[in-house]
């Protein structure tokens, strides 16, 4: 890319939604489009559905206190620069300790408290013979279709759980 293409890429970004004729406004960072495409604004939370024979990693929180003993995705934010896969990529391997490849994306946005929202992509092991540990977490369970409704899903994944089950079956 050359240096000046860099500037570009940026603000291409912020231009979805320029004004197609005179007179109507740029968007502004409240806007609710704007604040979720951009997660340099609000905040996108990134979760892996990892699968694996058929079955998806759930992972159980071991804090904060409110939130412990729940099961989520493995993920977490996406930091200023980072691409939303090379946050997942990060985030599974400093969690789970593992290596991924990144997919499509699962289910929509689910908006999360403070303006955040959490984005699913399907994802699986580079190695599928890598067993992913709780590096942070409780623990790890590998869920088939029939055990989605067995663990305590943390609220926006349990408006998940018709994604996860499509993306199972
Ligand atoms: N990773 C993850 N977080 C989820 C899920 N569902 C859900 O509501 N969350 C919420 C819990 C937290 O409020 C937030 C992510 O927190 P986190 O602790 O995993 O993020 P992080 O690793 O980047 O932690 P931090 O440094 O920003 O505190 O998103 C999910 O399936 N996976």
Known sequence: MGA????KATLGRLTWSLPDRPGRRLPRARDPG?????????????????????????????????????????????????????????????????VIEVGAR???????????VLRIYAAKLVSPGEEPRAVEHRAVRWLG?????????????RLLLPAFRELLN
Do not use: M, T, Y
């Open 34 to 98: 704007f604040r979720v495409d951009s997660g340099a604004v609000n905040g996108v939370i990134v979760g892996a559905a990892l699968v694996r024979d058929g079955k998806l990693l759930a992972q159980q929180r071991a804090w904060p206190p409110g939130h412990a003993g729940q099961w989520e995705l493995p993920g977490g934010r996406v930091e200023d620069g980072e691409s939303e896969a090379f946050a997942l990529a990060r985030e599974c391997s400093e969690e789970l300790d593992v």
């Open 145 to 157: 279709p029939d055990d989605l409704d067995d663990v305590d899903w943390l609220p926006a994944d």
């Open 4 to 7: 000046q293409d860099a500037p």
């Open 106 to 116: 699962v289910g929509e946005d689910v908006p999360l408290p403070g303006g955040k």
